[in-house]
């Protein structure tokens, strides 16, 4: 089994900033990519971002130039840092590892966080 949990969600102003964790843990041969992604009440859920085993990321265009990803390879970990935050950004943020590859018996797995939420207002 492979876990994520994520930390660090809660309640800021708008423009304040926040840092998102999400630490693997279980039966772990290697990651692969690692992306973070939110739902909003109503809405579907949608990507903030990913990012390769080798660095490569992605964001979705609501997010660029505000939210940075990024991860420690070697703790099985990912962050999202989240600056000058809107209203708009309210949302239960989730961790996803879509292709992590287990210990024996060795196979692919997708996993998803349980998610914490983001509240952005005054």
């Known amino acids: 089994q492979v876990q994520l949990v994520e930390s660090g969600g809660g309640l800021v102003q708008p423009g304040g900033s926040l840092r998102l964790s999400c630490a693997a843990s279980g039966n772990i041969a290697r990651m692969n990519a690692m992306g973070w992604y939110r739902q909003a009440p109503g809405k579907e859920r949608e990507l903030v971002a990913t990012i390769t085993s080798e660095g490569s990321t992605n964001y979705g265009d609501s997010v660029k130039g505000r939210f940075t990803i990024s991860r420690n390879n070697a703790e099985n970990t990912a962050f999202l840092q989240m600056n000058s935050l809107k209203p708009d950004d309210t949302a239960v943020y989730y961790c996803?590892?879509?292709?992590?590859?287990?210990?024996?018996?060795?196979?692919?797995?997708?996993?998803w966080g349980q998610g914490t939420l983001v509240t952005v207002s005054s």
């Open positions: 996803n590892a879509p292709r992590v590859l287990t210990l024996a018996p060795y196979r692919f797995l997708e996993v």
